[in-house]
């Protein structure tokens, strides 16, 4: 997690994941639907990752934990798939607003090796693909318009990036012309 005061970090750490409780516990029921009742031993709800990552991680010592987590959808092995069959056309913003940014937390509590890769190679190629709209204006007006909406935010902000420096080495250019 980055700065207690990021607030991208604080909209990844809500990202809801699913969880399955262990123990059954009294007075829970409302995170389920279920107002007043017990949340039940094996029920699945989608929590937030802080709070997920809290009751599972949280346990004391020589107890069970009071939830498992499960990989979130938006990082299912059909995402994965996808990702390796062309990452290009995988609208990450439809998955989770901060793709990147849950991986990488998600990571720290999985130990997914294959997830590591994918999501690196992912971001490779795609960056790769952001540059060269950043730099083509009319390529952010045409085709790449689609690619350009299924951004998630960081590499919306590579985007940004790319594209302001792109635009201050062309107006530099002009000015170095004029002397």
């Not at 107002?35 to 009751?55: A, C, F, I, N, Y």
């Not at 996808?82 to 990488?104: E, I, M, P, Q």
Request: charged share 25%; glycine share 10%.
């Amino acid at each position: 997690m980055g700065s207690y005061y990021d607030i991208d970090a604080i909209l990844t750490d809500a990202s809801k994941v699913p969880c399955s409780f262990e123990l059954s516990v009294p007075g829970l029921g409302y995170l389920d639907g279920n107002s007043g009742g017990d949340m039940k031993q094996g029920t699945r709800v989608e929590l937030p990752l802080w709070l997920g990552e809290m009751l599972a991680v949280g346990q004391r010592l020589g107890t069970p934990p009071l939830v498992t987590l499960d990989l979130p959808n938006a990082l299912s092995q059909r995402v994965l798939n996808a990702l390796k069959a062309d990452s290009k056309t995988v609208d990450l913003r439809t998955l989770a607003t901060h793709f990147y940014g849950l991986g990488a937390r998600i990571l720290e509590l999985f130990e997914e090796e294959e997830m590591v890769e994918v999501l690196s190679d992912a971001f490779k190629k795609r960056a790769a693909e952001i540059a060269d709209h950043a730099h083509n204006p009319r390529g952010a007006l045409g085709e790449g318009a689609e690619f350009l909406r299924g951004l998630d935010e960081a590499e919306r902000q590579l985007f940004r990036a790319a594209h302001d420096s792109a635009k201050a080495m062309r107006v530099w250019m002009g000015e170095m012309k004029k002397k």
